[in-house]
């Protein structure tokens, strides 16, 4: 079992910038691809960005590209999402997710998600 728990969500003007972290607990951390997901009021929940097992290797949402960027640190059992440029279309509540695949072109789907973290609300102003 993995638990998952993020934080650093809260206020942010639009064009600012948050970093989200997810710690995980257990010693199983590096076993897993790591994503982060985001979901809207009145919308589906949908992938943001993901890193490989290693840390090697990233791929992104066409929304954040460019503006987001994940990051991991095995040694300590987190996974961060640095977030600039932010926009109001960015508000969501966004929660850490593990899975034991990886994929370079393409998003996990939600069933391929092994353990998610509670999530932690991010919203963004004008």
């Known amino acids: 079992q993995v638990e998952l728990v993020e934080s650093g969500g809260g206020l942010v003007q639009a064009g600012g910038s948050l970093r989200l972290s997810c710690t995980a607990s257990?010693?199983?951390?590096?076993?897993?691809?790591m994503d982060w997901f985001r979901q809207a009021p009145g919308k589906e929940r949908e992938f943001v960005a993901g890193?490989?097992?290693?840390?090697?290797?990233?791929y992104y949402a066409d929304s954040v590209k460019g503006r987001f960027t994940i990051s991991r640190d095995n040694a300590k059992n987190t996974v961060f999402l640095q977030m600039s440029s932010m926009t109001f279309e960015d508000t969501a509540v966004y929660y850490c997710?593990?899975?034991?695949?990886?994929?370079?072109?393409?998003?996990?789907?939600?069933?391929?998600?092994?353990?998610w973290g509670q999530g932690t609300q991010v919203t963004v102003s004008s």
């Open positions: 997710a593990a899975s034991t695949l990886f994929y370079s072109h393409s998003s996990p789907t939600l069933r391929e998600i092994d353990y």
């Open positions: 257990g010693n199983a951390f590096s076993s897993y691809a």
């Open positions: 890193i490989n097992k290693g840390g090697t290797m990233t």
